[in-house]
Antibody, heavy 119, light 107 residues
Framework: EVQLVQSGAEVKKPGESLKISCKGS????????IGWVRQMPGKGLEWMGI????????RYSPSFQGQVTISADKSISTAYLQWSSLKASDTAMYYC????????????WGQGTLVTVSS | SYELTQPPSVSVSPGQTARITCSGD??????AYWYQQKPGQAPVLVIY???ERPSGIPERFSGSSSGTTVTLTISGVQAEDEADYYC??????????FGGGTKLTVL
């Protein structure tokens, strides 16, 4: 069974750093792209970027380029999303999702990680 | 990148047919995908490549494409179909884009 399990909710202060994770299981982790999607409170889905764990090829949405870093450790089947200096506007639910091997659909999703940034 | 435009809301009575549209200039060249998101849950892929249905998705969900518009159709809507629906596509460089989402209300 394909599963993406994300790390737990985080509460941080502005200016702090953060790295959240997404662990894949039940499939060949290095053979599928993993994307990250933001959902701000009460708002829609926003694509942040995507990584291919096999070779760490990474693409970012222009809206998030330079704001976050996406990485992966294929030895432990885990993808990451990190911030070096959080802002209150980073408060959101963050989802990881696997890209289907044959098209651009996101066929499996993590349960989401809620990040709250507040002073 | 480009934009995908959806109506903010659609309302339908149980048993009727709901149609949710998504418009974008790149849609004649790129496939569209549809996701269902219920409150407090992660999105679920319900249609891929304009009109294909993943295993486990009820047959009442279907998709179609015409020019710059794709449509998600839910036939015989049930109360459990009440959710937010998002279309998604990708440009030739692999950059994804989501539509703004449509709230489906089952009256």
């Amino acid at each position: 069974e394909v599963q993406l399990v994300q790390s737990g909710a985080e509460v941080k202060k502005p200016g702090e750093s953060l790295k959240i994770s997404c662990k894949g299981s039940g499939y060949s982790f290095t053979s599928y792209w993993i994307g990250w999607v933001r959902q701000m409170p009460g708002k829609g889905l926003e694509w942040m970027g995507i990584i291919y764990p096999g070779d760490s090829d990474t693409r970012y949405s222009p809206s998030f380029q330079g704001q976050v870093t996406i990485s992966a450790d294929k030895s432990i089947s885990t993808a990451y999303l990190q911030w070096s200096s959080l802002k209150a506007s980073d408060t959101a639910m963050y989802y990881c999702a696997r890209r289907d091997g044959y098209n651009y659909g996101l066929d499996y999703w993590g349960q989401g990680t809620l990040v709250t940034v507040s002073s | 990148s480009y934009e995908l435009t959806q109506p903010p809301s659609v309302s339908v009575s149980p048993g009727q047919t709901a149609r949710i549209t998504c418009s974008g200039d790149a849609l004649p060249k790129q496939y569209a995908y549809w996701y269902q998101q219920k409150p407090g849950q992660a999105p679920v892929l319900v249609i891929y490549k304009d009109s294909e249905r993943p295993s486990g998705i009820p047959e009442r969900f279907s998709g179609s494409s015409s020019g710059t518009t794709v449509t998600l159709t839910i036939s015989g809507v049930q109360a459990e179909d009440e959710a937010d629906y998002y279309c998604q596509s990708a440009d030739s460089s692999g950059t994804y884009v989501f539509g703004g989402g449509t709230k489906l209300t089952v009256l």
